[in-house]
């Protein structure tokens, strides 16, 4: 699998496990109904189906990949679920795991 599926199944994974997380939130935190529970975790059992696709030799690996790809899909639903504009340090924090994210990702590794 190329880096663009493997970013692309990535991403889904992430927007699987954010949304239910925040369906946990809505409720804990935010006093949304019980029923947000399901949703959420379906997507968190989807979230971890999603991962375990990922091409990656070692479960280790794809998670520390999957990492940086987290971090910034989580400030991608800051700004368009939650409405807060992300700041500049957002922005470079996003930008510097993702750097890292694919030099885990791509780098030749020893079989």
Do not use: K, N, Q
């Amino acid at each position: 699998m190329s880096a663009l599926p493997t970013l692309a199944l990535y991403a889904a994974a992430a927007l699987a496990e954010i949304a239910g997380c925040f369906a946990v939130w809505a409720w804990w935190r935010a006093g949304a109904s019980a029923l947000w529970l399901l949703p959420g975790g379906v997507a968190l059992a989807l979230f971890g189906w999603l991962l375990a696709l990922s091409p990656a030799g070692f479960a280790g690996r794809a998670y520390a990949a999957y990492g940086g790809v987290y971090v910034a899909a989580s400030i991608s639903w800051l700004w368009s679920v939650e409405g807060a504009v992300p700041d500049r340090w957002d922005i470079a924090g996003a930008a510097l795991v993702l750097t890292g994210a694919a030099v885990i990702l791509l780098a030749p590794h020893a079989a």
